[in-house]
């Protein structure tokens, strides 16, 4: 076997072993995840999303909200992410397994979305939050997504899901401001972001 040769099939078995280390390995590992059946309760965790919030995932990555906020909760020793309040445990690769796409995210520039869920579940909240950041959080650097919502004349009964404004950014008498689909879905995928059920492989930390 000449130099040529021996060099090719050295390069290959080096990029064939990262590959198999680094993506062969992890995908076979991952995608034999099964849920967790508590011997307990019998209760199965995670659950997979439903429809809406499933659709409320790609406004989600549309509108660019990975680039802010992350979707992982560290271990004590890794971080204080548990400290404020952001999970009561680490997440593991068993929480994303019916995630279509997994926003990890690397920056924080807003809190951690891992179990907003839990800390907020008003959905009034959320669309207050999308359209007008400042308003709940006056030092937010958060963008406004009005575009998520539309005005309408109010016909009888005041929507159900229309937003409670008061002072200068109320609609005009008669008229109400409501989410449009997309907009219930993003809260939809917001309010389901829950991962709060116990892992064997994740147990809380003592405190």
């Not at 021996?6 to 280390?21: R, T």
């Not at 995908?27 to 849920?35: H, K, V």
């Not at 995932?57 to 909200?65: L, P, Q």
């Not at 009964?157 to 008498?173: F, R």
Request: a neutral charge; hydrophobic letters at 40%; glycine letters at 10%.
């Amino acid at each position: 076997m000449n130099k040529f040769a021996k060099l090719f099939f050295g390069v290959f078995a080096l990029f064939g072993a990262s590959w198999l280390g680094l993506v062969a390995y992890p995908y076979i590992t991952f995608a034999g995840l099964q849920p967790n059946k508590d011997p307990n309760t019998g209760a199965v965790a995670p659950q997979g999303n439903p429809g809406t919030a499933d659709q409320g995932a790609r406004v989600f990555a549309a509108n660019g909200c990975v680039y802010c906020h992350t979707q992982f909760v560290r271990d004590r020793n890794e971080g204080s992410d548990i400290e404020r309040g952001w999970g009561e445990r680490r997440t593991v690769a068993r929480d994303y397994m019916f995630d279509r796409q997994v926003f990890l995210g690397n920056a924080r520039l807003g809190a951690d979305l891992t179990n907003v869920g839990v800390r907020q579940s008003d959905p009034q909240w959320y669309y207050r939050l999308l359209y007008d950041p400042q308003s709940l959080h006056p030092a937010s650097v958060m963008p406004s997504f009005r575009y998520l919502f539309r005005e309408q004349r109010v016909l009888g009964q005041i929507s159900a899901d229309a937003l409670k404004l008061n002072g200068p950014g109320a609609p005009p008498d008669g008229y109400e401001i409501v989410p449009t689909e997309d907009g219930k879905a993003i809260v939809a995928y917001l309010l389901s972001l829950k991962r709060n059920y116990a892992l064997p492989e994740a147990p809380k930390p003592a405190e």
